[in-house]
């Protein structure tokens, strides 16, 4: 269980740190629950006796915290949705658009 939350809270807030959103907060909560959980994570590695009850309840208490940050950080992910958009196959709400990029380099 020492292991679980610290792969996974540093996973989820590496996608909000690196995800534009339109709230700069979210990033700063990002990056102090990053470093909180590292020093955690150390102190759990080296110094924490498994016989004592404190590093018990903080790993179950990381764990939850783990669940809910990943919760978060996809909160926005359309492929986690349970009805995706009707228009998703089509590329969005207008079907004429114009695609992005070009075919310069290639021969049709």
């Given at each position: 269980?020492?292991?679980?939350?610290?792969?996974?809270?540093?996973?989820?807030?590496?996608?909000?740190?690196?995800?534009?959103?339109?709230?700069?907060?979210?990033?700063?909560?990002?990056?102090?629950?990053?470093?909180?959980?590292?020093?955690?994570?150390?102190?759990?590695?080296?110094?924490?006796?498994?016989?004592?009850?404190?590093?018990?309840?903080?790993?179950?208490?990381?764990?939850?915290?783990?669940?809910?940050?990943?919760?978060?950080?996809?909160?926005?992910?359309?492929?986690?949705?349970?009805?995706?958009?009707?228009?998703?196959p089509?590329?969005?709400?207008?079907?004429?658009i114009?695609?992005?990029?070009?075919?310069?380099?290639?021969?049709?």
């Open positions: 269980m020492a292991t679980f939350f610290p792969a996974l809270i540093g996973s989820s807030l590496m996608q909000m740190m690196f995800e534009p959103v339109p709230n700069r907060r979210l990033h700063a909560f990002s990056f102090m629950t990053l470093i909180g959980t590292f020093g955690f994570a150390i102190y759990l590695n080296a110094y924490a006796q498994y016989k004592d009850a404190f590093p018990w309840f903080g790993v179950i208490g990381l764990c939850l915290l783990a669940l809910w940050i990943w919760w978060i950080s996809n909160a926005d992910n359309i492929g986690l949705y349970d009805n995706p958009p009707i228009d998703a089509t590329g969005g709400s207008d079907p004429n114009q695609l992005q990029g070009d075919t310069s380099g290639f021969e049709l």
